[in-house]
Nanobody
Framework: VQIVQSGGGLVQPGGSLRLSCVVS????????MGWYRQAPGTQRDSIVRLTSDGATTYEASVKGRFTASRDFADTTVTANLQMDSLKPDDTAIYYC??????????????WGQGTQVTVSS
């Protein structure tokens, strides 16, 4: 499984950005996907989780402002994160994540390369 991210950049407070990631490889074994972010000096935190049953769960600080979606094709999955009403506290590196069944109960973690989002006037 490979993950390639795109999007991100610099935006003023109140603005919008859209992130995308394309997951390729054996996408039939994907169990869960999500978006994480890591601000300087902090740990990487989950902000959106997309489970195999189609449910989407948002972390409280982004709920109502961020919208995640997924599009399935034969050999790829494209995940998008629409970020609206951005705040300076949203500044971080954003990562796309996929948890993939690797045999038995083992789930392997796959990460995108990370995308910088900077919210500043």
């Amino acid at each position: 499984v490979q993950i390639v991210q795109s999007g991100g950049g610099l935006v003023q407070p109140g603005g919008s950005l859209r992130l995308s990631c394309v997951v390729s490889g054996d996408v039939t074994r994907i169990w869960t996907m999500g978006w994480y972010r890591q601000a300087p000096g902090t740990q990487r935190d989950s902000i959106v989780r997309l489970t195999s049953d189609g449910a989407t769960t948002y972390e409280a600080s982004v709920k109502g402002r961020f919208t995640a979606s997924r599009d399935f094709a034969d050999t790829t999955v494209t995940a998008n994160l629409q970020m609206d009403s951005l705040k300076p506290d949203d500044t971080a590196i954003y990562y796309c994540y996929a948890g993939v069944f690797a045999g038995g109960d083992h789930v392997a973690d796959y990460w995108g390369q990370g995308t910088q989002v900077t919210v500043s006037s």
